[in-house]
């Protein structure tokens, strides 16, 4: 049975086929389906998990888990539980998560991703702002930040781990009209875009513009605008003359 709200109204908690919200609708408890789309304002009292995909692109307020074959998010959601894709997630939007956020595949952030736990995914390609106080695990990690609000993460792992500065990575221009204006790049005056509490390992790292207490891995290049404690290494290290590093400890 499919459910469809186009004005006011609101769905009782069970299993469905397909939901559908264009307009303000409350789901009344925990919620099984094979897709749900919500354009409106849509507000689950319980969890909701579906078959397929689930896209929000209004105003989604979840007060349990949320699980789904694929999510999107081009709009705001909060999910007052985890947040778990089976295959792929999309957070173009604004997107906050009480607990853990799961991607079984590829997690694109291109909007802004608050997580209260961890992350976890195959592959993470960040763009946007992301928040996360716990772990950020995944087997291969690709951010490209501005340096304006830096992104905040408690701690990374991974394989290959690449942190580099996005179109607005130096902070010293802005863009009206298609045109470029404000200063060029200046070599070692570049801010700050990724901050992490504990420590970052992997296998292969390349950091530009990170601030953290510690850096472990194999082959590391610590780029333009680091500011780094200690940097373990048992393969090649690199360190931008426009970097600072306290501490280098050769591990091999």
Excluded: W
Aim: charged share 25%.
């Amino acid at each position: 049975m499919d459910m469809r709200v186009s004005g006011s109204g609101s769905i009782p908690g069970g299993v469905y086929d397909d939901v559908r919200i264009s307009g303000s609708g409350r789901c009344q408890g925990d919620i099984k389906c094979k897709s749900f789309r919500g354009s409106g304002s849509s507000h689950c009292v319980g969890s909701l998990e579906c078959e397929g995909d689930l896209h929000v692109s209004g105003s989604g307020h979840m007060e349990g888990n949320v699980k789904a074959n694929e999510i999107h998010c081009s709009g705001s959601l909060h999910a007052g539980g985890s947040l778990e894709a089976m295959a792929e997630l999309h957070a173009s939007g604004s997107c906050h998560v009480e607990k853990d956020c799961i991607s079984h595949g590829t997690l694109h952030a291109s909007g802004s991703l608050s997580v209260e736990g961890g992350i976890e995914a195959e592959k993470a390609m960040v763009s946007g702002k992301l928040h996360c106080k716990g772990l950020l695990n995944a087997e291969q990690v690709e951010m490209k930040l501005g340096s304006r609000n830096p992104s905040k993460v408690g701690a990374i792992g991974g394989s290959q781990i690449v942190v580099e500065y996005g179109s607005f990575g130096d902070g010293n221009g802005f863009y009206l009209f298609g045109l470029r204006f404000g200063r060029a790049k200046e070599e070692g005056r570049r801010g700050i875009i990724l901050k992490v509490a504990e420590s970052i390992e992997g296998d292969v790292l390349n950091l530009e513009g990170v601030e953290t207490p510690l850096v472990v891995g194999k082959d590391v290049r610590i780029g333009d605008g680091c500011r780094i404690g200690t940097v373990r290494y048992s393969g090649v290290l690199e360190v931008s003359e426009n970097a600072a590093v306290e501490n280098k400890e050769f591990i091999g």
